[in-house]
């Protein structure tokens, strides 16, 4: 099926800023609360959201087999769940309604009143129920700097992390659209040359510069995904800031790995970008090390030039950007990702996320977590007020950013924006 909604040359009758995330080539999906405090299903062009649920009802999807209900829920799931075909048919649709040259919503006043919305009149959800949650650990240089600051810097890679797409599963209930704060956490850490473990707020709480993808419902108990069907099964990608209490983590993880160090919040963009909208942005992966298994192996292009930017704002004073790096740079693809994690015949469902890891990239400015950019503490940033970060202060807001650009088009994720509250105080 041709994807007729990348089409670089399409313009929308709805304004849309130059540098825009969201062009008419986009169309992302989230769910978002209207301004008659309906939740609906929606998509974006520049600054304007649209009620897919309004427009389905308005008869805008003739000839696509959609359930009446299909964009009437308080999640993507369903919509997710009726596959690729679906996806694509239902975005090229909203791109030829959209199109400057159409003019059967343009100039139906009526309509547009009911399926248009200014930003500042919504309010956007989590777009998916998680039901279940997995983090790689796929990036080259952030697992060789962890392992350069932890253990033998000739050896900073275990035996098995060029072999495999090193993982583990989360905590899908503590996982947050951008904009809802989190609070310091607390637990147990072991300080430096004691010989018992104390309890308190984690010191060391560090963001994780990551992207995850969302899949649909891909196989059966026992049935592994091959490698070259992988990608049907992928609905799109979100920005991820994957929180971690880095004292915490050290105390607490062997022998079984993150727990609470990991599982007190993750923050993502709301803008689900499907992979279909990111097909012009394919590119090489890096060259692999080591020889991969068969069932590994894969042909073309799996990897996405998306430029990514972390800032830190402290309160009251303008953010500062502190790292740039790019998805391209993660050693494991997504396709491996999820092949290597049904290879065992672990079921995937609708509206599962699986986080890509901490992306760092060679050089220093590019490293996906303060741990990196700070070298443990031993090397603090500057912050645009004077001020200096080893990790993240209290009522520090993290913004994390990411877009495509080719050819005079850009793709963009918007943001995910969290801000780091003093350890929770219930109210006496």
């Known amino acids: 099926m041709p994807l ?3 089409n670089p040359d399409r313009k929308s009758w709805l304004h849309v800023d130059k540098n825009s995330d969201f062009p008419i080539q986009n169309i992302p999906f989230g769910v978002f609360l209207t301004r008659d405090d309906i939740i609906t299903i929606g998509t974006r062009i520049g600054d304007t959201a649209i009620d897919l649920g309004a427009l389905h009802q308005l008869g805008y999807f003739k000839g696509i087999p959609l359930t009446e209900d299909i964009f009437l829920q308080d999640t993507l799931n369903d919509f997710i769940a009726d596959g690729r075909k679906t996806w694509r048919l239902v975005r090229n649709r909203i791109a030829e309604i959209f199109d400057s040259e159409n003019t059967t919503l343009k100039n139906n006043k009526k309509h547009k009143e009911i399926v248009l919305f200014r930003l500042d009149e919504i309010e956007m959800q989590l777009p998916v129920h998680i039901g ?14 962890v392992g350069t600051m932890f253990r033998d810097p000739d050896n900073a890679l275990l035996p098995n992390w060029l072999h495999i797409p090193v993982g583990y599963h989360g905590r899908s209930s503590s996982i947050i659209p951008s904009g809802i704060p989190v609070y310091r956490p607390q637990g147990q850490t072991l300080p430096a040359d004691a010989k018992e473990p104390v309890f308190g707020p984690s ?9 995850a993808f969302i899949t649909t419902d891909a196989n059966d108990l026992g ?3 091959p490698i070259e069907e992988a990608e049907e099964y992928i609905f799109g990608l979100v920005l991820f800031n ?18 609470l160090a990991k599982n007190f919040a993750s923050s993502i963009s709301p803008w689900i970008v499907t992979l279909d909208a990111l097909e012009p942005y394919r590119v090489e992966g890096p060259k692999t090390i080591k020889p991969q298994l068969d069932y590994l192996q894969y042909k073309g292009k799996k990897s996405f030039d998306i430029n990514l930017e972390v800032s830190i704002q402290p309160q009251g004073a303008k953010e500062t950007v502190v790292s740039k790096s790019n998805f391209k740079y993660m050693y494991w693809n997504m396709a491996q990702q999820l092949t290597h994690h049904t290879v065992n015949g672990c079921p995937v469902n609708s509206g599962d996320m699986m986080g890509s890891g901490t992306i760092s990239g060679p050089t220093p400015d590019s490293y996906g977590s303060m741990l990196e950019l700070s070298w443990r503490g031993e090397k603090p940033l500057k912050m645009k007020d004077g001020t200096e970060r080893k990790f993240i202060n209290d ?24 801000k780091l509250l003093p350890v929770f105080n219930p109210k006496k």
């Open 4 to 6: 007729s909604a990348n």
């Open 132 to 145: 279940d949650y997995t983090d790689f650990y796929s990036s080259k240089e952030h697992a060789t700097n």
């Open 203 to 211: 010191k060391l709480v560090d963001f994780e510069l990551e992207m």
């Open 223 to 225: 049935e592994p995904i």
């Open 242 to 259: 994957d929180w971690s209490a880095r004292d915490i983590q050290k105390w607490e993880y062997v022998p079984l790995g993150p727990f």
């Open 395 to 418: 009522h520090d807001t993290v913004i994390m950013r990411g877009f495509c650009e080719k050819d005079g088009t850009r793709i963009g994720f918007g943001e995910v924006s969290t």
